[in-house]
Antibody, heavy 118, light 107 residues
Framework: EVQLVESGGGLVQPGRSLKLSCAAS????????MAWVRQAPTKGLEWVAS????????YYRDSVKGRFTISRDNAKSTLYLQMDSLRSEDTATYYC???????????WGQGTLVTVSS | DIQMTQSPSVLSASVGDRVTLNCKAS??????LNWYQQKLGEAPKLLIY???NLQTGIPSRFSGSGSGTDYTLTISSLQPEDVATYFC?????????FGSGTKLEIK
């Protein structure tokens, strides 16, 4: 069974950093593209960043480019999101997702809440 | 960026009704369109990928269609457990974008 478990969320002040992790199990992690999708409280879904299975290529939405870094450790079956220079508008639940052979964002974790506030 | 516009924003229907949710892209997305269901307090779940492919384990009352800029999600016979918000999503080009959602309620 595919399992994605996010951790690392919490309350952080504007301008500070936070690193999210997503522990994957139930599949061969190194075979799949992964991504982070976020959802601000009572709002819609927003794609944040994606990474290829090898980690050789990464993609970001403009609003986080230069501040967030997506990475992965295939030996540990773990996906990361390093978030620097956090802003209030980054407040959201962050979901880890896994692609399938033909479908993007086929599997989702339960999410971890990041609150940016002074 | 490709804008995804969903309509209606709220839909109220009766159990057993045939329900249609709409999604319009601001430009051709070549059928690279997924539908997700999100129940209150839960993570989204993939229902349909690439316009009309039913994800494994999803009931056959859900179906998708469309092309170019216009896409639909149809529920052939609405069930109480279908109460949720439904999001469309395009992966034709970066940045990947979601619609704002249709909240489906039971009358």
């Amino acid at each position: 069974e595919v399992q994605l478990v996010e951790s690392g969320g919490g309350l952080v002040q504007p301008g500070r950093s936070l690193k999210l992790s997503c522990a994957a199990s139930g599949f061969t992690f190194s075979n799949y593209y992964m991504a982070w999708v976020r959802q601000a409280p009572t709002k819609g879904l927003e794609w944040v960043a994606s990474i290829t299975n090898s980690g050789g290529s990464t993609y970001y939405r403009d609003s986080v480019k230069g501040r967030f870094t997506i990475s992965r450790d295939n030996a540990k079956s773990t996906l990361y999101l390093q978030m620097d220079s956090l802003r209030s508008e980054d407040t959201a639940t962050y979901y880890c997702t896994r692609d399938d052979v033909a479908a993007l964002f086929a599997y989702w974790g339960q999410g971890t809440l990041v609150t940016v506030s002074s | 960026d490709i804008q995804m516009t969903q309509s209606p924003s709220v839909l109220s229907a009766s159990v057993g009704d045939r329900v249609t949710l709409n999604c319009k892209a601001s430009q051709n997305i070549n059928k690279y369109l997924n539908w997700y269901q999100q129940k209150l307090g839960e993570a989204p779940k993939l229902l349909i990928y690439n316009t009309n492919n039913l994800q494994t384990g999803i009931p056959s009352r859900f179906s998708g269609s469309g092309s170019g800029t216009d896409y639909t999600l149809t529920i052939s016979s609405l069930q109480p457990e279908d109460v949720a918000t439904y999001f469309c999503f395009q992966h034709n080009s970066w940045p990947l974008t979601f619609g704002s959602g249709t909240k489906l309620e039971i009358k």
